[in-house]
């Protein structure tokens, strides 16, 4: 996570996205890779953002949750934007 704030809201790149804080205004620098540094698969994003949602800490902008992270920090769009819908083929036919 990294709070730099002079650099634009949204997609950063393939694996990144940045986002403000809904509580405090305080952006956010959302990561989707593994540790080697690949961008994660849809599901494992989701996966860690699950995970995030319920962890309690506290945001960079000086704020302590016990959870609900999602909303704060708009996990929903950050995974639409980086895993947009045309990226996936579908199981269901045509």
């Known amino acids: 996570m990294n709070t730099t704030t002079d650099l634009p809201l949204g997609k950063i790149s393939e694996t990144q996205y940045r986002c403000r804080c809904e509580k ?33 800490m506290e945001c960079p902008g000086y704020h302590v949750e016990l959870s609900g992270w999602s909303q704060l920090w708009h996990f929903e769009e950050a995974l639409a934007a980086l895993y947009p819908a045309e990226d996936f083929t579908s199981c269901s036919p045509p």
């Open 24 to 56: 405090c205004g305080h952006h956010i620098l959302l990561r989707f890779h593994r540790a080697d540094g690949t961008k994660m698969t849809r599901e494992e994003a989701r996966g860690s953002c699950a995970a995030l949602d319920t962890t309690p």
